[in-house]
Each structure stands twice: as C-alpha cells, then as structure tokens.
C-alpha cells in the first residue's frame, strides 16, 4: 500500500547527550557529513512519500529547517569562488518530497512520543494511514534499499498498521522495549523484561505505519491524560497496546538493514562507523 505521509519528531532537548546538545539538536548530530535526520528523510523519499511533517521546538532558529533552506548567500559564494560544483552539495532538497515544518506546543510540559503525533494529526487534519518515524535513528542498508517501502508491501489496506522489528543478542532485552508477535502481528509490547521473560528478541524501534484508527488513538490518548512534568511521558506505546487490545491489526517486520541509533555517544560511534565505512 502506497502511503503519502510521515510524521518525524525531532523536539526536544536530547538530554543523553548533553553536553553537546546545549548547541547542536539531537537530530542534528552528524553521521558522516549529514546530519542524524537526514538518514530518515531519505528513507522517506526512497519509499515514495510525498509530504514529511517535521515536528521541531519553538525556538527563534531551527537548524533542521535551516539545513533544508536554501542558502542563497552559500552558493552565491560558492560561485563567485569558483566552487560551482558543489552547489549539488548544498542542495539538501529531496525530489518529490515536501517538508513541512510544526512547532510543537508546550514541549517541555507535554513530553513524549505521543504528543508530536496527536498534535500534528490534529493540525493538519490527517485522516488517512501514515508513517510515524522518530528523527534520532534510522535503518541503514548498504545496498541503498528501503525497509520502510518493503513494510509498505506488507500492509494490506488502509484499516492494518505495521512496525518495524530489530531482532538482537536476548542478552541486550533489559534496555528495550520487547515484542510478542503471533505469526507476524503485534500481540504485546514488553518494556525492558528480564532476559528470562521476553517473549522474544524483537525490539520495538519507533519506526511505524499507522491506520488513521490508530492515530485517532493517539489523539484521544493525549487529550485525555494531563501528566505533569515528573509524571510518565506520553508513550506511543500506550495507545499502540490499547490498539491491538481492541483488535487492531499490527503487523510486524524485521528489518534487513542495520539499526543505528544517535541517541549514545556509543550509538553514534557505532553509527559513524558503519555508514563511513561503506565510503
């Protein structure tokens, strides 16, 4: 099923890694010579979508949507000293995919996976299935292929949603959010079990295809809970659990790329290391 739409939440203060997040956004930190989002951007347009709704803080200046401005002053310059053939370069657009650009609302007091979502759904009035991919880690694959377009394949109609999986060492569980799939359908979401309780060394990665059921989920979700500051996140997980609960078809997909994640300085070593080293 061919789906036009993604939601990227990008908010926040990527306190992990603090301190260099006091002045470079999270999604900003490079792999190689781009910036974190930028790997899922090109995701997105890799697997046909037309409209990605980016969902930054409301600062004075976003450098995400700067990077994706053109910079006129830039290649002026690059012209006037002869360096012509990187103007390529500094054209960060990608063909055929159009970036809108959402200032969350009450970032700080309304944290969480859910919120960026339900109020983007919300604004623009998106009433049909969706992507929804988190702006801090990406699938990576060598050989230049999609998993979100192959996931796409996997969804049958507009009322199924679907998921990407990471299967990892059963060792590593405690830190993750586990799956339980029953012959490819999400049946539970476990968060970070005891090695000798995961249902399975699947992991949830924030990488989805979500029925317009299911962002209505979101919504209500979010309107209907009032956490404070030190009280639990708005967790897409929860309305995801209360989805298949009801039964909400999700299907999952086990990534053939590698998941790379920017969230550590460990992650993001790793990261640097696997996308540079295809050069």
């Not at 790997?39 to 803080?57: H, R, W």
């Not at 699938?139 to 299967?167: C, F, I, P």
């Not at 209500?220 to 956490?227: I, P, Q």
Request: proline residues 4%.
């Amino acid at each position: 099923m061919q789906i036009k739409k993604a939601i990227i939440p990008v908010a926040g203060w990527g306190t992990r890694r603090l301190p260099i997040t006091k002045v470079i956004e999270k999604a900003m930190l490079p792999i190689g010579n781009r910036p974190l989002v930028d790997y899922v951007i090109e995701e997105c347009a890799k697997a046909g979508i037309e409209e990605a709704y980016i969902v930054i803080d409301e600062k004075p200046f976003s450098q995400i949507k700067a990077y994706y401005e053109e910079n006129t002053k830039l290649n002026n310059y690059l012209v006037a000293r002869g360096k012509s053939d990187k103007l390529s370069l500094a054209d960060t657009n990608r063909k055929g995919l159009t970036l809108h650009f959402y200032a969350q609302k009450d970032v700080d007091n309304r944290y969480g996976t859910a919120e960026p979502v339900a109020q983007v759904v919300e604004e623009f009035g998106i009433k049909e299935s969706c992507v929804v991919l988190m702006g801090d880690d990406f699938v990576y694959n060598a050989d230049g292929s999609s998993d979100l377009a192959r996931m796409m394949e996997l969804v049958k109609d507009e009322t199924e949603s679907a998921m990407l999986a990471a299967e990892i060492p059963i060792e590593d569980v405690e830190r993750y959010g586990v799956l339980k799939v029953d012959d490819g359908v999400l049946t539970g979401i476990y968060e970070k079990p005891k090695k000798e309780e995961a249902p399975s060394n699947l992991i949830n990665i924030s990488k989805y295809i979500m029925s317009a059921e299911l962002l209505g989920r979101i919504v209500k979700y979010c309107k209907e809970n009032n956490f404070g500051p030190k009280d639990q996140e708005y967790l897409i997980t929860d309305p995801i659990i209360e989805h298949i609960k009801a039964k909400g078809k999700i299907r999952v997909m086990p990534i053939t790329g590698e998941y790379l994640d920017g969230g550590s300085v460990e992650g993001w070593l790793h990261a640097n290391n696997v996308v540079c080293g295809e050069k």
